[in-house]
């Protein structure tokens, strides 16, 4: 995130810090949880598809939580016909202005799953793959009993709850607190201090 910013700042461009940190929260999540980064913080001006096909779907949480029927059945039914209902159009587009960029929300959603069902699917036929892993993942606790394996698709679940949940929740506290350091001299000048003490360098 640091170097997409600072490239930012040379070229004498602007870009949304709230996104920034979406994209860095993202990146980290995907890291801790997974193992692997999507590193959605070096796309340009921090526009990462997945970032926006995410908060356009949050008012869909609601009603998957009181409705599973309605849950279930976006599993069933076909991704072209879920594109078409309102409440869920960020699974495919972003908005009816940006046409050109519905397909690529939609891919990039897509793109997630599949990536999240690949890797349960390599983990599920060879265990032994989490070793290579660089730090324990959610895999590695959802799977450490071998008389309690979750499925194929409770594990796919329990994966995109960990990025759904946790991306506009923990980016939104974050870019508040940024905020409140920017507008705040004497606050900003101490953060300042103790970071450039403990990271002198951004290499």
């Not at 309605?70 to 072209?80: E, F, G, N, T």
Request: hydrophobic share 40%; glycine share 2%; proline share 5%.
């Amino acid at each position: 995130m640091c170097d997409n910013i600072d490239t930012h700042i040379k070229a004498g461009s602007t870009f949304n810090l709230f996104s920034a940190v979406r994209c860095s929260v993202l990146d980290v999540i995907s890291s801790v949880c997974f193992g692997r980064n999507l590193n959605t913080t070096s796309i340009p001006r921090f526009d990462a598809p997945l970032m926006h096909a995410l908060h356009m779907t949050l008012s869909m949480v609601p009603t998957m939580k009181h409705f599973p029927i309605v849950r279930d059945a976006m599993h069933i039914l076909p991704k072209s016909l879920i594109g078409m209902l309102p409440a869920t159009k960020g699974f495919v587009e972003f908005s009816e202005v940006r046409k050109l960029q519905s397909r690529f929300l939609y891919i990039s959603v897509n793109r997630l799953t599949q990536i999240l069902e690949t890797q349960i699917r390599e983990i599920k036929q060879n265990p032994q793959v989490l070793a290579e892993y660089p730090h324990r993942t959610i895999y590695h606790e959802f799977l450490k009993d071998p008389d309690n394996i979750p499925s194929n698709k409770i594990l796919l679940d329990e994966a995109i709850l960990f990025v759904s949940a946790g991306a506009d929740t923990t980016s939104a506290a974050v870019t508040l607190g940024l905020l409140n350091v920017l507008h705040n001299s004497r606050l900003h000048a101490r953060v300042r201090e103790e970071i450039d003490s403990a990271w002198p360098q951004l290499d």
